[in-house]
C-alpha cells in the first residue's frame, strides 16, 4: 500500500544551524504534501504545504522542496531557533479517487540547542 | 484550526466501559476524520468519512465505531472491544479536492 518513509527520527542541531528533515512517498498520484509541527501535547499545526506543479516553495525561515522524479519532498529550517524544537509530520495526499487518506511520515522530533 | 472542537479534553474510561469523544467543525469541510497518537508515536487513522451518512475504516479501525449524521459532526465511540484505548485522539477536517487537514486540540484518553 501507499506509505511515506521520514528521515532522520530525531535531528539535533546547534541554534543558528539549518535542518533538513526528508520524506519519500510510494504513491506516485500524490499532489498535496503537507507539513506540521506538533508541540509536546498539542495538536499538529500546519507550517507549509506545497502541490506537485511547484517544486520550492519558502515562507520565512522555512522551505519545501519537492522532487515529483524521485518521489522525495524536503522540509528545510534555517537560522534554527529554540522554539523551533518540536516533532515535525510530513504528509502525502492523492488526488479525490474514492478516499481522502492523507498517509503520514513517523515523524522527526527536531531539538534546537541553545 | 480554531473551526474544529473536540470534548472532552481528558476523559478517563472504566474497564468494560463505552466512551464517546466529540468532535464539531464550523468549517464547512466535507471529509473528517479520527487519528490515533500514543506517545512519542505518530498519527495513526482509525476512521474517516466523505460525506454523511458515509464513512470509511483507517488502518487500526478495530474497537472503534463512528457516526456521520451531520456533516459537521463526527462522533467517535471507543468501545470495550478496544482493550489499549489510551491515547491521544485527534480529530480532523478538510475540503474537498484533497485540502489542507486541520486538527481539533485533542482527546486524552485513559483507562483506569
Known amino acids: 500500500g501507499e506509505n511515506v518513509e521520514q528521515h532522520p527520527s530525531t535531528l539535533s542541531v546547534q541554534e543558528g544551524d539549518s535542518a533538513v528533515i526528508k520524506c519519500t512517498y510510494s504513491d506516485s498520484a500524490s499532489n498535496y504534501f503537507p507539513w506540521y509541527k506538533q508541540e509536546l501535547g498539542k495538536r499538529p499545526q500546519l507550517i507549509i504545504d506545497i502541490r506537485s506543479n511547484v517544486g520550492e516553495k519558502k515562507d520565512q525561515r522555512i522551505a519545501v522542496t519537492l522532487n515529483k522524479t524521485a518521489k522525495h519532498f524536503s522540509l528545510h529550517i534555517t537560522e534554527t531557533q529554540p522554539e523551533d524544537s518540536a516533532v515535525y509530520f510530513c504528509a502525502a495526499s492523492s488526488p479525490p479517487s474514492g478516499t481522502y487518506k492523507y498517509i503520514f511520515g513517523t515523524g522527526t522530533r527536531l531539538k534546537v540547542l541553545a | 484550526d480554531g473551526g474544529i472542537t473536540q470534548s472532552p479534553k481528558y476523559l478517563f474510561r472504566k474497564e468494560g466501559q463505552n466512551v464517546t469523544l466529540s468532535c464539531e467543525q464550523n468549517l464547512n469541510h466535507d471529509a473528517m476524520y479520527w487519528y490515533r497518537q500514543d506517545p512519542g508515536q505518530g498519527l495513526r487513522l482509525i476512521y474517516y468519512?466523505?460525506?454523511?451518512?458515509?464513512?470509511q475504516k483507517g488502518d487500526i479501525a478495530e474497537g472503534y465505531s463512528v457516526s456521520r449524521e451531520k456533516k459537521e459532526s463526527f462522533p467517535l465511540t471507543v468501545t470495550s472491544a478496544q482493550k489499549n484505548p489510551t491515547a491521544f485522539y485527534l480529530c480532523a477536517s478538510s475540503g474537498f479536492s484533497g485540502n489542507t487537514i486541520y486538527f481539533g486540540e485533542g482527546s486524552w484518553l485513559t483507562v483506569v
Open positions: 468519512s466523505q460525506i454523511v451518512n458515509d464513512f
